[in-house]
Nanobody, 121 residues
Framework: QLQASGGGLVQAGGSLRLSCAAS????????MGWFRQPPGKEREFVAA????????YYADSVKGRFTISRDGAKNTVYLQMNSLRPEDTAVYYC????????????????WGQGTLVTVSS
């Protein structure tokens, strides 16, 4: 089970850190990802991290602004979001891919409940 937290209201240019705590074991072959769904739009990939190697992947729209990381001792994945823009407003979801999928939504098996991020201009 995945529990996302850390969303909120922030002004453009500000920062937020999202957390995603997993209740079960995360194997080294898993990929943990963050996705987002802006109002009225489809869910889209944001960032992912391979649990074992810690290799990271980002959508072009967030490269250089967002950082995904993980804490194995806490079974938690983080998304540090800097230089936020109004277009980053969305419900953010964390997810786990048991098969090592990276960017495709159907490739993820387990989803958290989502946390709302609102960026005001």
């Amino acid at each position: 089970q995945l529990q996302a937290s850390g969303g909120g209201l922030v002004q453009a240019g500000g920062s937020l850190r999202l957390s995603c705590a997993a209740s079960g074991r995360i194997f080294s072959s898993y990929v943990m990802g963050w996705f987002r769904q802006p109002p009225g739009k489809e869910r889209e990939f944001v960032a992912a991290i391979r649990w074992g190697s810690r290799r990271t992947y980002y959508a072009d729209s967030v490269k250089g602004r967002f950082t995904i990381s993980r804490d194995g001792a806490k079974n938690t994945v983080y998304l540090q979001m800097n230089s936020l823009r109004p277009e980053d407003t969305a419900v953010y979801y964390c997810a786990a891919s048991y098969r090592g999928e990276l960017t495709s939504t159907p490739g993820y098996n387990n989803w958290g409940q989502g946390t709302l991020v609102t960026v005001s201009s």
